[in-house]
C-alpha cells in the first residue's frame, strides 16, 4: 500500500512530539504506514520501526511541520 505526504508529515509530528525526534521524510517512512495503512494489520502485535534519517535542518523541518497543505 502507499503512504501519502500527508501520512509521513503526520508521522514526523508524532515522532516529534511522542519522542522529541526531528527526522526527515524519508526516515518517518515506516513509522508513517505503522500509523496509517498497517495499523490494523499489526494491531495487538509487538512491532519494532527502525526510525532514522535526521539529516535535516530546523529551517526545512519546521518548513515541513507547518506546511498548510500537511496540516
Known amino acids: 500500500q ?5 501520512q509521513i ?8 512530539e511522542e519522542a522529541k525526534l526531528a527526522i526527515e521524510p524519508s526516515g518517518a517512512g515506516a513509522m ?3 500509523l496509517g495503512p498497517f495499523r ?4 495487538g502485535q509487538r512491532v ?3 526510525v532514522s534519517g535526521s539529516n ?3 529551517e526545512s523541518f519546521s ?9
Open 63 to 71: 518548513a515541513i511541520l507547518n506546511n498548510p497543505s500537511f496540516s
Open 9 to 16: 508529515v503526520s508521522a514526523m509530528r508524532f515522532l516529534f
Open 2 to 6: 502507499a503512504i501519502t505526504n500527508h
Open 32 to 34: 508513517a504506514g505503522a
Open 40 to 43: 490494523e494489520q499489526i494491531s
Open 56 to 58: 535535516i535542518d530546523f
Open 48 to 50: 519494532a520501526i527502525v
